[in-house]
Structure formats: structure tokens, C-alpha cells
T-cell receptor, first 109, second 118 residues
Framework: GQNIDQPTEMTATEGAIVQINCTYQ??????LFWYQQHAGEAPTFLSY??LDGLEEKGRFSSFLSRSKGYSYLLLKELQMKDSASYLC??????????WGAGTKLIIKP | GAVVSQHPSWVICKSGTSVKIECRSL??????MFWYRQFPKQSLMLMAT?????????EQGVEKDKFLINHASLTLSTLTVTSAHPEDSSFYIC??????????????FGPGTRLTVT
């Protein structure tokens, strides 16, 4: 079966750095996505990785290792507004998105 | 960036009635639209994939006769929840991409519709 694993919840301090991990086992691979979702709202796109390595976009970076079936989302200089759920999703060989359950990130002052 | 709208943003209906939710791509043509359901504190669950002009493909366990999907144009898809029950209360989200072969990598999400069935 297809599976996406990420921690259920993480807590970090304002101004700090946090890394949210995602491991996957899917039927084929056509890219990995990270989305941010605030409570009661729809997900918003953060990043996309299809090749190994690090993609940096402002305070957010995403890393992919296809051989390990592993990705992480790195958030720097955390702000209170970063409190949200972070969803990892992998597009499989049928171009269907397989979603992780999401990681709820709690930022404390 | 590409914008997807949903209407209504929230709706309350009585058990046994039907509710229609619209999903529109405002500034691009969406060859494929996706309908998701999300229960509190749970991840997105794909319900169905619809391609313009053809029948929707439903995920296992999703009743096609209960959740009617119509993708009549490249900018509009509708989800009708028929004979709604309280257990259908959920957050329904649509998304769309414009790629014809799936290479357009980003799905654009609508703001979601919160359905409450009393």
C-alpha cells in the first residue's frame, strides 16, 4: 500500500528553527509537495521537489532524497503566524496526490 | 497566481435535503478538478477526480450516487451532496490544475465549504 508518515504534532519557539520530516512509500514518484493549512482554511502551496536536494524559498526550505523516500520542510525565524498544520503529499505514478495526515506545528512565544 | 473559488463558503441544511457546492477556476482553465473531504483534525481525503466533459472517477468507498459531480466546463465543477445526513457534515475542498498531462505540478485549492447537516 501507499503510505506517507509525518509527526502528528511539533512545538517550537518563536524565532527558532524547526524541521518537519516526511517519509513515504508510494507506487512511483512524480514529485513531493508541502502545503500549509491553517485551521478552518484550505491548504496553500509551499514547495515542490522532484529532484534530490534542497529548494529554498525565503524562510522555508524543502529537502528531498528519493533513494531514502524522505523529505523535510525547514522553517526558519519562526513567527506566530506559522502555527498551522503542514501537509506532505507525494504524486504517484498515476499523478495522484497521496496525502500525509499533517503535522500540527505549535509556536510558543 | 491561479485562483479557485468555492461557493458557498458554509452551508447548513436539514437531513434529507440536497446541497450543491460550486468550484470555479477564475483565471485559468482547469482540465482536472479534485474534490476532497476533511474531517476535524484529519488529513485531506480525495473523494473524486473530474475531467471536463467526462464522468468523474470516484475513490473507493465514495458513493457516486450520493456525491454527484459535474464538470461541465473548463472553469466549473459542482459537487451535489444528495439526501444529506449528519455524518456528511465536513469541510469540502476542491482543487484544480490546468495541465493536460499532469506535468503542471501545482494544484490550486479553493477556500473550502463547511457543510453542517442538522
Amino acid at each position: 500500500g501507499q503510505n506517507i508518515d509525518q509527526p502528528t504534532e511539533m512545538t517550537a519557539t518563536e524565532g527558532a528553527i524547526v524541521q518537519i520530516n516526511c517519509t513515504y512509500q508510494t507506487s512511483g514518484f512524480n514529485g513531493l509537495f508541502w502545503y500549509q493549512q491553517h485551521a478552518g482554511e484550505a491548504p496553500t502551496f509551499l514547495s515542490y521537489n522532484v529532484l534530490d536536494g534542497l529548494e529554498e524559498k525565503g524562510r522555508f526550505s524543502s529537502f528531498l532524497s528519493r533513494s531514502k523516500g524522505y523529505s523535510y520542510l525547514l522553517l526558519k525565524e519562526l513567527q506566530m503566524k506559522d502555527s498551522a498544520s503542514y501537509l506532505c503529499a507525494v504524486r504517484d505514478s498515476n499523478y495522484q496526490l497521496i496525502w500525509g495526515a499533517g503535522t500540527k506545528l505549535i509556536i510558543k512565544p | 497566481g491561479a485562483v479557485v473559488s468555492q461557493h458557498p463558503s458554509w452551508v447548513i441544511c436539514k437531513s434529507g435535503t440536497s446541497v450543491k457546492i460550486e468550484c470555479r477556476s477564475l483565471d485559468f482553465q482547469a482540465t482536472t478538478m479534485f474534490w476532497y473531504r476533511q474531517f476535524p483534525k484529519q488529513s485531506l481525503m480525495l473523494m473524486a477526480t473530474s475531467n471536463e466533459g467526462s464522468k468523474a472517477t470516484y475513490e473507493q468507498g465514495v458513493e457516486k450516487d450520493k456525491f454527484l459531480i459535474n464538470h461541465a466546463s473548463l472553469t466549473l465543477s459542482t459537487l451535489t451532496v444528495t439526501s444529506a445526513h449528519p455524518e456528511d457534515s465536513s469541510f469540502y475542498i476542491c482543487s484544480a490544475h490546468s495541465g493536460t498531462s499532469g506535468f503542471d505540478y501545482e494544484q490550486y485549492f479553493g477556500p473550502g465549504t463547511r457543510l453542517t447537516v442538522t
